[in-house]
């Protein structure tokens, strides 16, 4: 148990120093680094999603990331569409200027990140990522 909880602590310390480093960078313009994540959520998907789904895959509770929705809409940077298979559900999706604000972002913060793990080989990178891949399978199952 303590090799699991020191690796654990290891990985935590090492995700609350990146996202301090990258929170600190003037590449968010009028976002949010939360809200930035749920723009950059919303692009890596095929089509739109429900709120729930959404949820599963960013680190805010589900009235948090409703209110967040709710003024990214308001911003013109989320649109909200009927569900066809729920008629009381919503499906979220990108605004092609929610589109573009992701892309204007993401390209600087894409540069922010691949600095930040230069310190890592390219083997290391190859490790982390299948480790990192490895924990969500295990928790998607």
Known sequence: MTRANEAWESLMKAYAVL????????????????????????SKCDGPLRMSELNR????????????????????????????????GVRLSLTPAGRKTQQQIGRP???????????????????LAAITAKLVRSEES
């Open 19 to 42: 996202m301090k480093r990258f929170n600190a960078e003037d590449v968010w313009g009028e976002l949010t680094m939360r809200e930035y994540d749920v723009l950059y959520t919303l």
């Open 57 to 88: 895959h960013v680190l805010l509770s589900q009235p948090a990331l409703s209110r967040m929705v709710d003024r990214l809409t308001d911003r013109g940077l989320v649109d909200r569409c009927p569900d066809p298979g729920d008629r009381r």
């Open 109 to 127: 913060h894409a540069r922010s990140v691949a600095r930040a793990l230069t310190v890592l080989t390219p083997e290391e990178l190859d490790q």
